[in-house]
């Protein structure tokens, strides 16, 4: 079965900081990685996925993650967040070949609060 | 597009009763699902379906059925509500029926109160 780590439950910091969240996952196989932001009274919104290619994936809004295989790992970063960046972070995995449906396994999430 | 649409988004039960959640989407996704989220455990998943007429188990089925008779619509059950079902519960759906980097889209959740 899979399973799925985030270090840091809570991370409070100052606009213009850098932010790098944890994340590691346990899976015999290949898997598909995302990372999903909660803004307070919002739903999960997608911020990232890795399938294939390049280790360093972007996505929205400034972040960035990398996944390093020989870690199982796949940690978010953003340079400088604002305010706005305020939201619970989501590390998800889902296997990526012969399981059927396409089911997530989430981390516990991660609280993040930045003070402006 | 209206996306993935839950109802209601609020709902206080009694010990022992029942009610079912609505979930809806119009982006003609064969691959709909229900999750649970609670502090520090992040989302579990509770039963899924992969089409019309097609469901199965998740990490945490138990308390819950649910049915699949259109492709848009995916009601869950609470058959006798408990205490520890108190939760926020969200709805999912994604165009693919099987792992790979699909994303799946959710809705605003419902948050349930078991008293």
């Known amino acids: 079965a899979q399973s799925v780590s985030q270090h840091n439950h809570h991370v409070i910091l100052s606009e213009a900081a850098s932010l790098e969240l944890g994340c590691n996952y346990s899976y015999g196989g290949t898997v598909n990685l995302f990372w999903y932001v909660q803004y307070p009274g919002q739903h999960l919104q997608l911020l990232l996925k890795y399938f294939s290619g390049d280790p360093l994936v972007k996505g929205i809004k400034g972040f960035e993650a990398e996944f390093i295989k020989s870690k199982f790992s796949f940690n978010l970063r953003k340079p400088s967040v604002q305010w706005s960046d305020t939201a619970e972070y989501f590390c998800a995995v889902n296997a990526r070949a012969g399981a059927a449906g396409n089911k997530l396994t989430f981390g516990g999430g991660t609280r993040v609060l930045v003070k402006p | 597009n209206a996306g993935v649409t839950q109802t209601p988004k609020f709902q206080v039960l009694k010990t022992g009763q029942s009610m079912t959640l609505q979930c809806a989407q119009d982006?003609?996704?064969?691959?709909m699902s229900w999750y649970r989220q609670d502090p520090g455990m992040g989302l579990r998943l509770i039963h899924y379906s992969v089409g019309a007429g097609i469901t199965d188990q998740g990490e945490v089925p138990n308390g819950y059925n649910v049915s699949r008779s259109t492709t848009e619509d995916f009601p869950l059950r609470l058959l006798s509500a408990a205490p520890s079902q108190t939760s926020v519960y969200f709805c999912a759906s994604s165009y693919s029926t099987s792992g790979n980097s699909d994303t799946q889209y959710f809705g605003p959740g419902t948050r349930l109160t078991v008293l």
């Open positions: 982006m003609n996704h064969e691959y």
